[in-house]
């Protein structure tokens, strides 16, 4: 693989993304009131742990499932894993120093080590040793609470933190006992569960930080409408992504499991579907899936024309992503009103398919590092996709992201608080989309009519 030294970065800094629009979409959502501002250091920290984190979910069971089945990239998995372990401790570093980053990398690295031991035990059938790995999962819970509740200097208590971990835990370890056993329905629900929890844990940790560091982070706080439609939008495009990446690798291995990675993959596109048919109608929901659905069928017809050695179905397939592009972006840039521009829209979202293909493509051909760099990158570019959209979003309508900032700890994936989604946030998103789906219905229309 290719290593990526990481030196300490700061906390505040966004990830950097290939899409022109991005900074102009978040640039716009300000309005002068930190409340609204999608994109500022307090904003950005809690994307870029959300990222981080989340990653982690996916990697760690991606790598369970690839040691049970004893494929030829779980090296390659498992090393990727250590990479987001590098980045996480870098991350820490920037803010508590590399004494802290040392000593959280030596902890957090224990329990992807027995998360390892949890998978050699089963795929041996040694029931003794599976106990000693949960065992010492339990231990690392309380060891790594200690060291957070330390490190935020109370902001994050270890009791609470002990239950999260324990929620987390949990997950992985549920996803994969189901996909060893085959239940593989509940082990991909395990999958989307457990990188949905992270993203409760990076708010957590970053109002943390936040609140212990406020001048570093100009005072603004992680925990606002325009910051959760921000995590809201980066939860769904960058599961998108590792859900169609993996069902790529599960279609082209001929997988057992493929039909339900598939399904998994369908089913974010079918759950918000219902979510818009319930304001818009029965009609719009149709209009939507279809379009939203178009580019995932593309993949697999891809998958499947490499499968069959057809160069010509492989081209097909990306002249249909093209074509996906082009309306896609149309129909966006007419829903926010020129907010997004159909270039920068289109340039985006050739790099995600540019992204996906090429760690297809590599994971293919067999090469497995090459295959996983991709995987981080196509993952890391849906947090860009989900800053650009807020940002035009809370733009078109900003009074429905204005408010004050709370000063208490926010609900977060830590401990046992709930995750409570912003109803308002959550309805305007999905309005948002509804219009950005009728917009997009008229323009196809258009188009429609005049070739014809």
């Known amino acids: 693989m290719n290593y990526k030294k990481l030196a300490a970065i700061p906390l505040s800094v966004s990830l950097l993304f290939p899409m022109g629009a991005i900074a102009n979409a978040a640039d716009h959502s300000g309005h002068g009131t930190s409340s609204m501002a999608v994109s500022n250091p307090a904003t950005d920290l809690r994307a870029t742990l959300d990222s981080i984190l989340s990653e982690h979910a996916y990697l760690a069971i991606i790598a369970m499932q690839k040691g049970i089945d ?7 998995a498992a090393a990727q894993l250590g990479e987001n372990t590098d980045e996480l401790s870098a991350a820490i570093g920037s803010v508590y120093g590399d004494d802290a980053a040392n000593q959280f990398k030596e902890i957090w690295g224990s329990h992807i080590g027995y998360f390892v031991e949890y998978v050699k035990a089963t795929a041996a059938n040694d029931e003794e ?10 231990g690392y819970r309380v060891t790594q609470a200690k060291f957070l509740d330390t490190a935020t200097e109370g902001r994050l208590k270890a009791k609470d933190l002990e239950e999260g971990l324990k929620m987390h835990v949990d997950q992985l ?8 056993a085959g239940e593989y329905e509940k082990a991909y629900e395990g999958i989307t569960e457990s990188m949905m929890h992270m993203f409760g844990t990076g708010k957590g940790i970053s109002w943390a930080i936040t609140d212990q560091f406020p001048d570093k982070f100009d005072k603004m706080s992680v925990d606002t409408p325009a910051a959760d439609l921000r995590e ?6 960058s599961t998108h992504a590792a859900l169609a990446i993996l069902a790529m690798q599960k279609g082209i291995d001929g997988a057992k499991d493929f039909d339900v990675s598939a399904a998994e993959l369908n089913g974010n596109t079918e759950d918000l579907t219902k979510s818009i048919e319930s304001v818009y109608g029965a009609e719009g929901a149709k209009q939507f899936n279809e379009i939203w659905s178009s580019h995932i069928g593309y993949f697999v017809d891809y998958v499947k024309a490499t499968a069959g050695e ?5 081209k097909a397939a990306m002249a249909n992503l093209d074509d996906y592009r082009v309306k896609q972006a149309a129909f966006l840039e007419t829903a926010t009103e020129g907010r997004l521009k159909a270039a920068d829209l289109e340039e985006g979202l050739k790099v995600h398919v540019d992204q996906l293909l090429a760690a297809f493509n590599k994971y293919h051909d067999g090469d497995y590092d090459g295959a996983y760099d991709d995987i981080h990158e196509a993952y ?5 996709v989900g800053t650009m959209m807020a940002g035009a979003i809370v733009d078109q309508y900003p009074d429905k992201f204005a408010g004050s900032m709370p000063s208490d700890m926010p609900k977060t994936g830590l401990g046992g608080m709930s995750q409570e989604s912003n109803d308002s946030t959550v309805m305007w998103i999905l309005t948002s989309l509804i219009l950005a789906m009728a917009a997009g219905a008229v323009v196809i229309r258009k188009t429609r009519t005049e070739n014809n």
């Open 232 to 237: 809201q939008l980066n939860n769904q495009f």
């Open 173 to 180: 370890i549920w996803a994969f006992d189901n996909y060893n």
């Open 70 to 76: 004893g494929s030829k990239d779980f090296d390659a």
């Open 380 to 384: 890391s570019h849906m947090f860009g």
């Open 129 to 138: 040793g599976r106990k000693k790995a949960v065992s010492q999962l339990d």
């Open 310 to 314: 057809d160069a010509e179905g492989q």
